[in-house]
């Protein structure tokens, strides 16, 4: 919902203020579009969709969603909308795409005609597809997003467009979504047709719909005046099983999140979760619920269980960070503005950061497990030899590029780093505030300032970088530019760590395993020697990732090639963990055997270190802030 916020002149205000007063009278003037879906073959990955625009005769451009809010690029699924016929009265009208600019298209209106006619269909991705604005359906389940259905006028915000949409569910499928039927809140249909209120078209990008044959709604109660639910379905009703046992540790979530940030900007809040196999896995964030998939045994599986409060937690966090408070490069009002993600370190590292920190304070993560995810994450970005080239801030403009890349290359390249990275630069400002105020002051008061103020339905308050930095100088005046001059804008050809270790930690590496990287490679049934060997190896054997300058990468191990043998024995995972420890301290290479294509290899890595794995120890003489740091904030 991109409605202005707090801006920075008197001028800027006052624009607004103008836009706001036009676009008021522009909504009780103009009809609005009529949008209808069609799901009853959602079984087949298909959308059925039609829609009624309000028009004037003469030339008009219609737009397909391009640029779609928290996808940071360029993602709306334009091939996927097929079939397109307009008509108006009965007779169709011929359209033709802009020859620059993909997702408009031009269609003259004959005189006399106010309505313009849409029909479409829209077809889901196939299983492997790309994140493309995050639909996926299976013949159990659908998530519906609504800015992969709808064309709209040119030269109107989102804001302004008014939508009626209704939706048609296969018989027998319950759905949720933060949209409200028309003349009824209630959120139970099973089958038939679904009228909403109208709603701006921002509203609607901003409101999907998770529909299923297996769904349940658990109630998670009434926080701040406001009712907060997790909605899960799933390919098979037995992967809800356990669903119940949720409500109390994800009520303490929200509990902790509130008092966090000391206020809320939303009426409800859904987090609307997918169990399967078979659609993309990832959160996207809305204002009043978050679209977040992961694996269908994910409460069922103890590992994948405990992963899962990471994601929710993050995408919790966005109705604050990101939805309410967000960038203004990161605004784009008609969806084809192109966005500038420079402050994504910000929108999505403070998230980050804070998806970590709220699982802890609310008891569904140890201490313990919650330093092994830091430790590994540190681990990883300190091998990176991107960063001898690339600075974070970096990885942040070029995230629409960065997103998707294979990972082959990536230590080299680097990924959408502002994500992981910036857990590390946060920390630093958070135990910078309380060095320098005598423990007085922490990121929490940040969090309140920036984000808080007073509870409220939707709404969105731009910021710059100049913002976050004269909000944190009145909290402690420092010289915040340079903390993120340094840590953001300059190569460091090393992970900064100087948070951490204010916190009374460092990273160290000794021959125990993870936990939390055990559990990733359990989920993902994946096998991680990078920080001993240098590799990682897939479900299918093949080697995953290669760190450039570890005994793999100097020895010529590459990504794609299949692990056949490891120290004159038939690969196993097994086998490399034995060929760890029975070379530790020795002399001689060990043997790593691979078909890369169709030529066999053997290839001599030089290692003598046994088992390495990542972790935080203490640091003596330090106090322990980072305990201080996680400790839960709510009785």
Known sequence: ????????????????????????????????????????QVGQRILHVSSEIPVAPGPV??????????EHGPTGPVVNFVDLHLS????????????LEMYALRVVIPPGVTRLSTQADFLFPGEGGSFSSGPGATDSLAVISWNTVVLYPQGTSGEDLRVAPSLRLPAGWSYSTP?????????????????????????????PVLA????????????????????ITADRAADLASAK???????????????LFGARHYNTYRWLLTLSDHVEHFGLEHHEGSDDRVEEEALVKEESRRSLPGLLAHEFVHSWNGKYRRPEGLLSPDFQRPMNGS??????????????????????????YYREQIAAVAATLDTETGR?????GDTAVAAQMLYGTPRDGRARRRGVDFYEESIFLWLDVDTLLRERSQGKVTLDDFCHRFHGGTSSGPAVVPYTRDDVVKTLNALVPYDWSSVFAERVDRVAPRLGMSGVERAGWHLVYNDKPNAALTDGQARNETHDWRFSLGFAVNKEDVIADVLPDSPAGRAGLVVGAKLLGVGGHVYTPRAVDAVLAETKGGSGPIDVVIADGDALRTVRLDYHDGPRYPHLERIDGRPDVLSDILHARVK
């Not at 009965?90 to 033709?96: L, P, V």
């Not at 109660?221 to 909605?231: C, E, I, Q, S």
């Not at 046992?245 to 008092?259: H, K, S, Y």
């Not at 929108?347 to 008891?363: D, F, I, Q, S």
Request: hydrophobic fraction near 45%.
């Open 388 to 392: 001898n080239w690339r600075p974070l």
């Open 88 to 99: 108006a009265g009965g007779k169709e009208i011929a359209w033709e795409r802009d020859p």
């Open 61 to 70: 451009t219609l737009l397909y969603p391009k640029w779609i809010p928290g």
């Open 212 to 231: 299923g044959e297996h769904l349940v709604d658990l109630d998670l109660g009434v926080h701040d005046g406001a009712g907060h639910h997790l909605v």
């Open 245 to 259: 046992e949720l409500t109390a540790p994800m009520q303490r979530l929200v509990d902790e999140a509130l008092a």
């Open 179 to 207: 949209l409200t039927k028309q003349g009824d809140e209630g959120q139970g249909d099973k089958g038939g047709t679904i009228r909403f209120a109208p709603v701006s078209l921002a509203t609607l990008v901003d409101s």
């Open 1 to 40: 919902m991109l409605k202005p916020g707090v801006c920075k002149s008197r001028p800027v205000l006052f624009f607004f203020a103008v836009i706001l007063a036009l676009a008021a009278s522009s909504r009780a003037q103009t009809p609005p579009i009529s949008l209808s879906l069609d799901a009853s």
């Open 343 to 368: 402050l994504l370190w910000v929108y999505e590292g403070l998230t980050e950061h804070l998806g970590y920190l709220l699982p802890a304070r609310a008891g569904l993560w140890t201490p313990e």
